[in-house]
C-alpha cells in the first residue's frame, strides 16, 4: 500500500513532463492561439507545481541512509 500510495504522489510530475514533450514535438500545429509554445509552457509549469513531492521523497532517501541505531544496552 506504502508503493502505491508513493507512486500516486510522484507520477503526476514525469507526466507533465511527457506532456510538455509531447506537446513541444507537435507545437507546429497552431490552433488555439498566437502563440505556439503555450500549450508546452503550461505543461511545464504544472511539472514545477507537481516537484515537491519528489523533493520530500529525495530527502526522505537521503536522510534514511544515515540513520543510526540505537546503542545496545548492557
Known amino acids: 500500500m ?3 500510495n508513493i507512486f500516486f504522489s510522484l507520477a503526476p510530475a514525469p507526466a507533465f513532463l511527457l ?12 490552433i488555439c492561439g498566437a502563440f505556439t509554445l503555450e500549450m508546452p509552457i503550461m505543461w511545464l ?3 514545477a507545481a507537481h516537484i515537491s513531492p ?15 541505531r540505537p546503542d545496545k544496552q548492557q
Open 19 to 30: 506532456g510538455a514533450a509531447i506537446s513541444y514535438a507537435y507545437s507546429h500545429h497552431n
Open 45 to 47: 509549469i504544472m511539472a
Open 2 to 4: 506504502r508503493n502505491l
Open 54 to 68: 519528489w523533493l520530500m521523497w529525495w530527502q526522505q532517501r537521503k536522510f534514511q541512509k544515515f540513520q543510526t
